[in-house]
């Protein structure tokens, strides 16, 4: 009997062993390593809300303290409460929507309305209309740093960025960017960072200073638009049109993996809660799910299957849960000299949000 104990331990001490030797250490986190690999993730729709109304979508925000979804719809932000399925409100007049920001220690929004070149403010509250304010032409993604409590929209006609004081709601400067920009995060540290898309690489504004510090290559990704970041980590996740994400270190700007995805992605997203990167695939309907084994070692888990132009999405970082936005398509309209990549049209009354959540 004492002999079977000590070759169980023995047995047991080679295992520990091998895992340590896999593993690593990082900012008082311990990552399993390669050894070990994550299993399946665990996702898939808990359910389908039927919204309907008319209108194109972009960008999708999420509040966890309320549990409202902030969707953008051409005109307005509808405003659903996701627990009792109802819409509690819209803002109206943000011609041409693409973003919107929350600022949760003002308790105020803020709206890229890329039609009308400006930025709507709103109370998190009422969602009532504070006030607008200029930006640069066509301004499309949209961030709030906590840090130094200023906006930052993202302008991609003008390819620059207007800086805003949150709290007196006036611009503060105008950034020059070196090309067109796509989504972008607040990273902590003074640090906003931003996918460039027809470059092809990523950039860090100084928040405090208003300035461009860095512009970092992204080969071998491509047109990159969705952008998520692990703060603790210091880790970027790019999503790139040509089906990869690319994972950089926010510091230095080196590229950590490049992991295949899904094809149309336009988000992604990083829940530090459980380890998991999100790339959403409009195109290919898949909900590309990437785990973070280490600071420097990532696997991509699995494809859950979504809905054909599934392409935006945004977590809760408190359940988990994952909110996507699509509708049914009739065909698409002929190629015209204007228009080499017609999109199809959105059938009326079929717009949802799709929840995901892990089993």
Known sequence: MKRRIRLGLTTGAVILAAIIATASYSNGKFYPGSAT??????????????LGGEGGWDYITFDS??????ISRATK?????????????????TQGVHGIALAMDLEKGFISDGRANDVTIFDMKTLKTLGTVAAGANPDAIVYDAG???????????KDSTAIDAVAGKVLS?????GKPEFSVSGGRGGIFVNIEDKGEMLRIDAEKLTVTNTWPLTPCESPSGLAMD?????????????????????????????????????????????YAFASN???????????????????????????GARTMTLDRETHQVFLVTADFGPPPAVTADNSHPRPAILPGSFVVLVYAKK
């Open 282 to 308: 409009g195109q290919s309907a898949t909900l590309t799910v990437v785990h973070e084994n280490s600071p420097s070692n990532f696997t991509v888990v699995e494809d859950v299957p979504t809905r054909k």
């Open 231 to 275: 703060r603790v980590q210091r880790r970027l996740f790019s999503g790139c049109e040509n089906k990869l994400m690319a994972v950089i270190d926010a510091d230095s700007g080196k590229l950590i993996a490049s992991l295949p995805i899904g094809e149309g992605v336009d988000a992604t997203a990083f829940d530090p809660g459980t380890g």
């Open 174 to 178: 105008t950034i020059a960017l070196p």
């Open 37 to 50: 690999p994550a299993g399946p993730s665990g996702y898939s729709l808990l359910k389908t809300i039927k």
């Open 65 to 70: 303290e309320t549990r409202r979804l902030y």
């Open 148 to 158: 130094t409590k200023r906006i930052f929209t993202m302008n991609g006609r003008s």
């Open 77 to 93: 932000v509808v405003v659903l409460d996701v627990d009792s399925e109802k819409v509690v409100g819209e803002i109206p007049n």
